[in-house]
């Protein structure tokens, strides 16, 4: 069974995952407030189904890119969960869950989400032999950046307000496919599936290396 931990962004998600089936899965707008809400949740989550740590053979967590704080909370619960019950630990990047809904689809994907401060963060991804990917980097801008990308018919996907949707739906028209916002939403269940894939490999990330995926710093510190 998985744990699947996602706080990259205000959109939060945890699920309970088994390779046939989704016990429970929570996925909610947090305040920026991971911290008070994820452990609670957690422990709720596996207290409905009967199950504490023991049961667990693995942690699942999306690494980024995303909230500073966000992604260090959800990193410090996942690697400490693996650290004292010894079990494997597999990092996804953010930007690679929200595909997932979309399916095997013969056209680029843009994954999306909130970068802050008026910002989109995005990624192309192509689907090939049964994974996603990516084509060919991370980029940070303004939704007319965006739409500038955006030369060939695609699906885009993530989270987009109602106004950048509208201003991409007035732009393409029917020549661009843009999710509905039902399809649009990271659930940890698609994290935990993906990570379940990785550990059928014999994948595994280092506890001690894994680190958040940053596209800036926070501002007043120093680059990581």
């Not at 706080?7 to 707008?29: G, H, I, N």
């Not at 422990?43 to 260090?72: C, E, K, N, W, Y």
């Not at 060939?152 to 843009?178: H, M, N, W, Y």
Request: glycine share 8%.
């Amino acid at each position: 069974m998985l744990i699947a931990i996602d706080t990259a962004t205000r959109f939060a998600s945890l699920a309970l995952y088994e390779p046939d089936r989704v016990l429970a899965e929570l996925t909610w707008q947090t305040k920026d407030n991971h911290t008070a809400e994820m452990m609670p949740s957690l422990v709720d989550m596996m207290d409905r189904q009967g199950l504490d740590a023991s049961h667990l053979s693995g942690v699942a967590v999306a690494i980024g890119p995303g909230s500073f704080t966000g992604l260090r909370i959800g990193l410090a619960v996942a690697k400490g969960l693996v650290m004292s019950l010894d079990l494997p630990l597999i990092g996804v990047p953010t930007l690679e869950i929200l595909p997932y809904a979309v399916g095997d689809i013969d056209l680029p994907t843009w994954s999306v989400i909130q970068a802050g401060r008026g910002r989109l963060c995005w990624a192309k991804y192509l689907y090939h032999r049964d994974t996603w990917a990516l084509q060919p980097s991370l980029e940070v801008g303004t939704i007319s950046e965006f739409i500038e990308r955006l030369d060939e018919p695609a699906v885009v996907c993530g989270e987009l307000s109602q106004s950048e949707r509208d201003v991409i739906s007035t732009r393409f028209g029917k020549d661009l496919i843009l999710v509905p916002p039902t399809f649009a939403l990271r659930r940890a269940a698609f994290l935990a599936d993906l990570a379940w894939r990785r550990l059928q490999r014999g994948e595994r990330d280092d506890v001690v290396t894994l680190s958040p995926i940053y596209l800036h710093r926070p501002e007043g510190t120093e680059p990581a």
